[in-house]
């Protein structure tokens, strides 16, 4: 049965999406069957992934408003051990949809439940908002995953996130933890980095990687190129910096890269 990870943070540029694509991809390149669901409108993670967000004929939002089978949907990517459920804008308007449906709260865990046998890990790119979508995946997830960046206004909307977590966990989904916090677009020359990293770890006390995200220029680049940092670059910054922290997520879940 495998793990589901919500990567979710409301606020946009934090580094989710491009946390999405590299963990999912890196996991992948360590041994591990993944699947990377995108359900973020923007449909950033699918064309990080390669795939032409205009030539999707059916993407997540079919998926979550008109029931169409996730396997339908499902694109291998050239990419070892993983495969991708696209996204596009059509999911924009889906939550407006979901609104007078029934069992709207559970319409994505009841589409991936099929696919939770065939994947050792699924990796879900959230919208930046905790809306009708966010709260789908949240009922659904095993855990959530944190990407916040090291600037002034880090910690700005958090309590809401965990607030809407711990309803989640009351209302829907009572297994559901935190399952780690990861430090991104790090730059150690500035104080006011480390400033918010402590803030963060007292925010969040244990649930921090001891992995951080630096920023680095060809992490930017790869998503332009339609390849996850490490297929863009392998010995870039950005890209050992995603293998050490796929590592160190893996060794958390008491699993050891298989090669």
Avoid: H, W
């Avoid at 804008?89 to 939550?95: F, M, Q, R, S």
């Avoid at 995953?145 to 966990?169: D, F, H, W």
């Avoid at 630096?214 to 680049?221: A, D, G, I, Q």
């Amino acid at each position: 049965m495998g793990k589901t990870i919500a990567i979710v943070n409301q606020k946009g540029g934090v580094g989710k999406t491009t946390t999405s694509v590299n963990l999912a991809a890196s996991i992948g390149s360590l041994g591990y069957k993944t699947l990377l669901v995108d359900v973020d409108p923007q449909g950033n993670a699918t064309s990080g992934l390669g795939v032409n967000k205009k030539d999707v004929e059916k993407s997540t939002y079919d998926m979550v408003v008109a029931g169409v089978k996730a396997e339908e949907i499902l694109i291998e990517t050239p990419f070892k051990k993983l495969d991708l459920l696209p996204s596009n804008i059509d999911l924009a308007g889906a939550e407006l949809e979901l609104v007078d449906m029934q069992g709207r709260d559970s319409r994505i865990k009841n589409a991936l439940a099929p696919l939770k046998e065939k994947y050792d890990f699924i990796i879900i790119d959230c919208p930046p908002s905790l809306g009708l979508i966010t709260i789908n995946v949240l009922a659904c997830a095993d855990s959530v995953l944190v990407p916040i960046q090291c600037e002034y206004y880090a910690l700005e909307g958090l309590s809401q996130l965990m607030n809407t977590i711990r309803q989640v966990k009351r209302l829907y989904n009572p297994l559901i933890e935190l399952e780690g916090v990861l430090l991104t677009m790090y730059d150690g020359r500035l104080n006011l980095t480390q400033q918010v990293v402590n803030e963060v770890k007292r925010f969040f006390p244990q649930k921090v990687y001891s992995t951080v995200i630096p920023r680095n220029v060809r992490l930017s680049e790869a998503p332009s190129f339609g390849q996850p940092v490490l297929y863009y670059d392998k010995s870039s910054k950005g890209s050992i910096a995603y293998i050490d922290f796929t590592k160190e997520f893996l060794k958390k879940n008491n699993k050891r890269p298989k090669g």
